[in-house]
């Protein structure tokens, strides 16, 4: 622990990888392992862009459920330990899976999303963005201005990332001289792959988990635990 900690502390440039795991605490169900959403529904009926097209209603039900659970969910102690990490680093980019929003509600700045956002729709029909923090709705699937249907703007399985965040994601974890990776099952591509690429480029990897993960064997720290008990120890 001290020896990790003390790479934290002296580290100029930090990148940051989080999963679901750093929102366990704060309430927020996890995809895989106890309790994980991917063991109650399916992926394919409900993450896809063909389960969208087939039925728009269902998959929207099922966002709008996520949307409530979130929005009473409030950013853990992990959350709130890396903000003062990012504090305190002069480079510092945190790369998340997550796409509900409590590192933005807990105060972090450079955040890459790389699965998109729950509270941002966008237009299937004229594309438009647009931030909505709606817990209910009128009907569903809500509609655009234009008339299109809305979509969450998040990325589901199948579909590419965003380029520009992807972009971001390599770079800072090429350049890191720590990258730190929290909560991740670390199964899914291609963000899974920010782990050895940070690893190859020559950063300190320090791993935070539960349970063991694939990498778990390659990082140079595993620390099993919660994210929101280890983190504040290691910051
Ligand atoms: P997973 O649900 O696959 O993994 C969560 C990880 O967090 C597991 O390895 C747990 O052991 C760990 N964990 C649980 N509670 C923890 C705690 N309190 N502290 C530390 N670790 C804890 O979530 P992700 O790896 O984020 O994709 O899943 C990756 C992607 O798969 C998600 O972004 C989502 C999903 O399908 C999309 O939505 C595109």
Redesign the pocket.
């Known amino acids: 622990m001290e020896e990790a900690r003390r790479w934290l502390e002296e580290a100029s440039r930090i990148a940051v990888l989080t999963?679901?795991?750093?929102s366990?605490?704060s309430g927020v169900p996890?995809?895989?392992?106890a309790g994980?959403l991917?063991r109650q529904y399916r992926?394919e009926d409900l993450?896809t862009p063909e389960a969208f097209a087939r039925d728009p209603k269902t998959v929207w039900e099922w966002y709008v459920w996520r949307r409530k659970l979130i929005s009473k969910a409030q950013p853990s102690a992990?959350h709130r330990a890396l903000v003062e990490l990012e504090e305190r680093t002069p480079q510092f980019t945190l790369v998340t899976?997550?796409?509900d929003g409590l590192h933005d509600r807990a105060g972090s700045r450079n955040i890459c999303k790389l699965?998109g956002d729950l509270w941002v729709v966008r237009c299937t029909a004229c594309g438009r963005e647009t931030w909505d923090g709606r817990t209910s709705f009128p009907e569903l699937p809500p509609r655009c201005e234009c008339g299109g249907l809305l979509r969450p703007a998040?990325?589901?399985?199948g579909e590419p990332l965003p380029p520009e965040a992807w972009q971001t994601a390599e770079e800072a974890m090429s350049a890191a001289e720590v990258a730190l990776i929290?909560?991740?099952?670390?199964?899914?591509y291609p963000?899974a792959g920010l782990i050895p690429l940070a690893k190859q480029a020559g950063a300190k990897v320090i791993e935070?988990?539960?349970?063991a993960?694939p990498y778990s064997g390659i990082v140079d720290k595993s620390f099993r635990g919660?994210?929101?008990e280890v983190l504040p120890q290691l910051v």
């Open positions: 999963g679901a795991g750093i366990a605490e996890t995809f895989r392992g994980g991917w992926p993450a992990g899976q997550n796409v699965h998040v990325v589901w399985f929290v909560g991740t099952s670390a199964v899914v963000a935070v988990n539960l349970e993960t919660k994210a929101g």
